[in-house]
């Protein structure tokens, strides 16, 4: 019994120490947790010095895979220049088997140059879904023999699986004379589809853009006036005139458009050394302008490089109430803008087209959203160089097409104005075109670099004369202007070698076109740089598009696309994309292919093409 109880009082003392012991690591661990919750309450600063380490390594490997993808497109494009020099090459049926040729074109019909990427294999899929059942590892060079027509359908398929993923549309890139002749009805344009586009174009141009003589003369009346207030102003002296630059004045502009103007101090006066640029003198001018009838003067752009001033000057005929002054910009001694105004204003008088093309090109970019430097897209003087680089370098072939122009045969739809020689121009027609084989050697000092002179020379028109005696050497474009926009979108979506020239005037038949490694060596442009690259007519060593990332390229070049597939889809009605799209007049049609851009994803900074919604407004 004694026994008993003892043990009873044994296993009772051990139960209490055992209770005791539990309530102690409670305690403990309470005292723990205590002291890790003021342990994180307490170091903020070393939290957030690892969450900047998270997040400079978070950008550094972003950084590195951009690289990557980068390295990987050039790679990729390599690889397809070489299969489409090979594809080319008259010679590669001596060289290569049949069946291989087959396999490389096989190949390259899976390359996009706007994705600047093969699309995947449908070949490599099914062979790995084959080989996951027995464990084996794909070929990636594994393509079928022999070769048919449906292993090409299948690479088709799978291409514009990718285009719909990555650009948001199928692209079409068949050639001008894939259209015009055309191997079967889907192919080929309808007979009127052209001309019925080409007198939209030109009634539109008529009804909104074409400047009539009234406001041209309005235009004048402003300029007398602005003449007239800088010579009571007294800050400049006697003789100093005021000229019309831009697109009032180089016949691309619209009856909207703003009126810049230059002032030109007679040669025989020179302005105070205390104010080389003339700000202090504009600002004077500014100050006059205040107290006469002039509104709204702006003086916050007088410490850029050509001092500007901005004001609104009374209209003489005041159509709307809300409009009664129109928005003017003054300068002073802006040469080369005017030298450029008038090398554009010859082209716009022999070629009567590319005014008209203008118009739609302009109102083509501003919709689109790729007509604003300020998002790192390219300017209207630059798509405008753009038209005419076009327009020097391409003509109208024996079929009714538009290819590049060969030496001796006619003459390019507009021959180039500092490159052409006189004798051509005075010739009969039916001439063969000729170029001078070296410019006259001109100098100008540049307004604003030191020690920089240009060549300002370039065959100016005189009269309309000589400009009735140029046009009727030409071919008659006006006609055609249809067919030459769809030529130019497709020239700048597919057919320009950006890696390798650069858009420019000066090219000439006998050089060919501008190299960028030219370009690079005379005046450090970017070498190795597939982005667009144009270059000033007379500042050469300027880059007009010098804004232009490679985000916005891939823009831009998408968009040249974007509207060459629409008209060419529209022209064999192969409107299945597009929602089988109705048209009940050419002006609805314009307004499809200029429609605006509802919402646009332009990473300037971003290394390759960018997937944009090419959702538009109805």
Same mark, same amino acid.
């Given at each position: ?130 080989? %996951? ?44 004379? %894939? ?14 589809? +052209? ?56 016949? +691309? ?75 003017? %910009? ?59 680089? +076009? ?131 005379? %005046? ?95």
């Amino acid at each position: 019994m004694e026994q008993e109880l003892t043990a009873l009082r044994e296993e009772k003392k051990k139960a209490e120490e055992e209770e005791n012991a539990t309530n102690d690591d409670d305690d403990d661990k309470e005292q723990e947790e205590t002291v890790v919750v003021v342990e994180q309450e307490e170091p903020n600063g070393e939290m957030q010095d690892l969450a900047e380490k998270i997040r400079t390594t978070t950008g550094t490997l972003m950084s590195g895979r951009s690289g990557n993808d980068r390295k990987w497109r050039d790679v990729q494009g390599a690889f397809a220049a070489i299969l489409k020099a090979v594809l080319k090459n008259q010679a590669s049926s001596l060289l290569f088997k049949r069946e291989l040729l087959t396999k490389m074109k096989l190949e390259y019909s899976m390359w996009c140059c706007l994705c600047e990427s093969f699309a995947p294999s449908p070949f490599q899929q099914q062979q790995q879904q084959q080989n %996951d059942n027995v464990g084996l590892c794909v070929d990636p060079s594994s393509f079928p023999f022999p070769i048919t027509a449906e292993h090409f359908r299948k690479c088709q398929e799978s291409k514009r699986s990718m285009q719909t993923e990555n650009l948001g549309f199928i692209v079409n890139d068949c050639t001008l004379q %894939d259209l015009m002749r055309g191997d079967t009805e889907q192919t080929k344009a309808t007979p009127t589809f +052209f001309a019925d586009f080409s007198l939209a174009v030109r009634q539109l141009y008529q009804e909104k853009y074409a400047v009539s003589e009234a406001i041209q003369q309005e235009r004048e009346y402003v300029r007398a006036g602005v003449e007239a207030l800088v010579a009571q102003s007294g800050v400049f002296p006697p003789g100093t005139r005021v000229s019309i630059f831009g697109s009032s004045a180089n016949g +691309f502009g619209s009856p909207s458009s703003d009126i810049d103007m230059c002032l030109q101090i007679p040669p025989a006066h020179k302005l105070d050394e205390d104010d080389a640029t003339g700000s202090q003198a504009m600002e004077k001018l500014a100050t006059f302008f205040e107290s006469a009838e002039v509104k709204n003067v702006d003086v916050s752009r007088l410490s850029a490089r050509i001092p500007i001033v901005k004001f609104n000057f009374p209209r003489t005929k005041i159509d709307d109430p809300d409009k009664t002054h129109i928005e003017c %910009d003054l300068c002073m001694q802006n040469p080369l803008a005017l030298l450029n105004t008038t090398l554009l204003r010859s082209y716009a008088d022999i070629s009567p087209a590319a005014r008209i093309m203008a118009s739609i090109v302009k109102r083509w970019a501003v919709s689109r959203d790729i007509n604003n430097p300020a998002k790192h897209s390219l300017s209207s003087y630059g798509y405008i160089i753009m038209l005419l680089h +076009f327009l020097t370098s391409h003509c109208v072939t024996k079929e009714g097409t538009i290819g590049p122009y060969l030496q001796n045969v006619g003459a390019p739809m507009v021959p180039s104005l500092q490159w052409m020689d006189l004798e051509w121009a005075r010739s009969p027609p039916g001439i063969p075109y000729m170029e001078l084989p070296q410019k006259p050697n001109k100098k100008m000092p540049h307004p604003t670099e030191a020690n920089y002179f240009v060549n300002p020379y370039f065959c100016h028109i005189p009269n309309r004369e000589s400009v009735a005696h140029m046009q009727n050497k030409l071919a008659d474009l006006q006609s055609s202007v249809g067919l030459l926009l769809l030529a130019f979108f497709r020239f700048y979506a597919f057919e320009f070698d950006y890696k390798s020239h650069v858009v420019s005037l000066n090219a000439t038949l006998r050089r060919g076109p501008m190299s960028r490694e030219v370009k690079a060596e005379h %005046d450090a442009w970017r070498l190795y740089s597939s982005i667009l690259s144009v270059e000033d007519p007379f500042e050469t060593f300027y880059d007009v598009a010098h804004v232009v990332k490679a985000g916005s390229h891939h823009r831009i070049r998408k968009e040249f696309a974007l509207a060459f597939t629409k008209l060419a889809d529209a022209s064999t009605n192969n409107m299945g994309q597009w929602d089988n799209k109705k048209f009940t007049s050419g002006q609805e049609f314009i307004d499809w292919i200029c429609e605006p851009l509802l919402q646009s994803t332009n990473n300037e900074e971003d290394s390759g093409p960018t997937t944009t919604n090419t959702t538009t407004s109805t």
